[in-house]
């Protein structure tokens, strides 16, 4: 028997009212699985830009170095 068929099973066993609270925390799950996907990607995603930049040398500025200041 498979994951889906025993979820199912143990879902037709509930009451109405248990089912309806099984399907939210399903798609609570789903909404999570999403959200880490998305913060995986966001994450890998400004790891590849910044890859290189540790090795780069940043120049420092003094305020003679302003054009306009406010």
Known sequence: MTIDEKIQRYTQQLPFALQKEVLDFIEYLVAK???QEETD?????????MRG????TTPLYTTA???VMF
């Open 41 to 49: 990607w966001t994450s890998l995603s400004l790891a590849l830009a």
């Open 65 to 67: 170095d302003l054009k």
């Open 53 to 56: 930049m540790e090795d780069e």
């Open 33 to 35: 699985a999403e959200r």
